[in-house]
């Protein structure tokens, strides 16, 4: 080595070795210290809402956010960044859907509503017929075919306002937009509209996929606001015999080509150990998607930023995946669990953000009793940032997939208080982040990252 280019390596050693000479406390400060005064993380998070909104997966708009996403990447001192190939579903949603009300005492009233992921279209001059509201399965079935046919279903049930934890009365009402219209089919019904799984009463409506599974015919299925649920509910009340006239000419195309984004980072000793941290890029077509789950993508491509500028190099191979087709069938997720048994990797931790990128609160963990133990004994280093939540409920849906390698699973946790107020609708635009938790929410994966990776399990 020439002797101009040995005081270079020398500061270079010094500078990647520096985090092991510090205490836990001072590596933590250096991380949020990073964060925080970071901007490009909020300006790419913008240029990906305002340029690439609508980005669902199979659409142009998603392999446009793809490469946008893959040049910043680029930028930011991956040993390697490359796509992995996946095909996934291109449900079209088509033209604007039109519903209203028909009321003889009430006269019309147009609302605001969209159809659900996946579902089918109605016919070309719309459809039209009486309802009936129920706010469950059991009512439903108590009701039967003879009250049921021929109408339109309309799930009327409200998520508990009551539940600090709006992720608990989320999975309360949930099943209603996944199966209602497979449920409702079975008793002759001709569609179903569900009242918009939201905690704000507003005048979005919120989307989000549907399946068809056990049923005679697809029947469509559409979300309409809080806001017109309530006057559906109460027109149909006054004036049983009123009718909805609902529109829409959704449809399943073939499936397309697309990907996961990855950028690399080899493990300075345990480069076959790999730790993977990510959020998923696609993004409802009705929405700018920051929240969900622009923000996670962000977040994960930060934790190799501040880690590069406090000169820590992760003795694992670090990947961030940017995975593709979350909100429709979670093939980016499995590609990327069957590629990685494909090729015997040892996933170790996986870590996702996709929980809105409000003030991080802490974390939810798929694992062994014993090792969560090992991550609550973290508590005390985070919980000056206001991170004190660790438990194990869970975790992010695209790294679930690697549970069957065996590998730690976890979620980070935003507070949840809003999150369902712009969730899956056009309320979720770059204007509804803050910034200084969009950062918060970065350091606080980094340091979590951080700390498996320097101990591990042991």
Request: glycine content about 10%.
């Amino acid at each position: 080595m020439s002797k101009y280019f040995l005081p270079i390596a020398i500061s270079l050693v010094i500078t990647l070795s520096g985090c092991s000479a510090k205490k836990d406390t001072e590596v933590f400060a250096d991380i949020y210290k990073t964060a925080a005064g970071d901007t490009s993380s909020y300006q790419t998070l913008r240029v990906l809402c305002k340029n690439y909104p609508n980005r669902l997966c199979g659409t142009l708009l998603s392999i446009q956010a793809i490469r946008y996403m893959k040049g910043v990447m680029a930028q930011e001192g991956f040993d390697r960044v490359y796509l992995q190939e996946c095909s996934v579903a291109h449900w079209q949603r088509g033209s604007q859907e039109v519903g209203a009300i028909r009321s003889k005492k009430f006269g019309e009233t147009k609302l605001s509503l969209c159809a659900l992921g996946n579902s089918v279209g109605t016919a070309v001059n719309g459809l039209q017929a009486g309802v009936v509201e129920v706010a469950s399965f059991e009512q439903l079935a108590k009701l039967g075919e003879k009250a049921v046919k021929g109408k339109i279903i309309f799930f009327n049930k409200t998520m508990d306002p009551g539940k600090a934890n709006t992720f608990e009365a989320y999975g309360e009402v949930v099943s209603l937009r996944f199966a209602g219209a497979s449920v409702a089919a079975r008793y002759g019904a001709e569609a179903v509209v569900i009242r918009s799984i939201t905690t704000a009463v507003d005048t979005f409506p919120h989307t989000g996929v549907m399946r068809y599974r056990d049923t005679p015919k697809q029947i469509p299925a559409f979300a309409l606001a809080t806001a017109y649920a309530d006057i559906v509910s109460k027109q149909l009340a006054a004036d049983p015999k009123l009718k909805l006239f609902l529109k829409s000419d959704c449809k399943l195309l073939a499936d397309e080509k697309s990907f996961n984004l990855i950028g690399e980072v080899r493990g300075s000793e345990f480069a076959d150990e790999i730790i993977t941290v990510g959020g998923h890029i696609d993004a409802w077509d009705i929405t700018e998607g920051a929240h969900d789950d622009g923000g996670g993508c962000v977040q994960a491509i930060a934790v190799w930023k501040i880690f590069r500028a406090i000169g820590y190099r992760p003795k694992r191979t670090l990947r961030v995946v940017l995975f593709m087709d979350e909100e429709l069938n979670q093939r980016g997720g499995k590609k990327y669990a069957a590629a990685a048994l494909l090729k015997k990797e040892k996933h170790l931790f996986a870590l996702e953000s996709d929980g809105g990128c409000d003030r991080p609160i802490g974390f939810s963990f798929d694992t062994k009793k014993e090792y969560l133990a090992k991550f609550q004994s973290y508590r005390n280093l985070f919980a000056p940032y206001g991170v004190t939540l660790f438990i194990n409920e869970g975790s992010g849906v695209d790294v679930g997939f690697l549970k069957e390698q065996n590998a730690v699973l976890g979620e980070l946790l935003a507070d949840p208080g809003h999150y369902f107020d712009y969730h899956h609708s056009g309320y979720d635009t770059f204007e509804r982040v803050n910034k200084d938790y969009l950062n918060q929410g970065s350091a606080t994966l980094a340091s979590l990252i951080y700390l498996f990776d320097k101990y591990g399990l042991r």
